[in-house]
């Protein structure tokens, strides 16, 4: 599975990003999506997770503000991030993966930079 992310950029604190992903390959394979974050110094952290069937998982920092989304027709994920905070700074990487994401079966796309001034 591939998968190219884009969407990641420069905002103000309190603006809007929206990330999204496309999947290619053995799409057939993938049950769970979802977005990674790092921020320098920092472990990589899951940010959300949505299974096939629309299941979602958020990390609780940013629960009420981000909002995953998947189009399954189109093997996408998106990532609505919505009040953002300087904290949201990272680099997003999305994941793909027949069961949980983040599993050693994981596939990690390339990453997209997020930044949020204050």
């Known amino acids: 599975v591939q998968l190219q992310a884009s969407g990641g950029g420069l905002v103000q604190a309190g603006g809007s990003l929206r990330l999204s992903c496309a999947a290619s390959?053995?799409?057939?394979?993938?049950?769970?999506m979802g977005w990674y974050r790092q921020a320098p110094g920092n472990k990589r952290e899951l940010v959300a997770s949505?299974?096939?069937?629309?299941?979602?998982n958020y990390a609780d920092s940013v629960k009420g503000r981000f909002t995953i989304s998947r189009d399954n027709a189109r093997n996408t994920v998106y990532l609505q991030m919505n009040s953002l905070k300087p904290e949201d700074t990272g680099v997003y990487y999305c994941?793909?993966?027949?069961?949980?994401?983040?599993?050693?079966?994981?596939?990690w796309g390339q990453g997209t930079q997020v930044t949020v001034s204050s």
């Open positions: 949505i299974s096939s069937g629309g299941r979602t």
């Open positions: 390959g053995t799409t057939f394979t993938i049950d769970d």
């Open positions: 994941v793909a993966d027949p069961a949980a994401c983040g599993s050693p079966s994981s596939s």
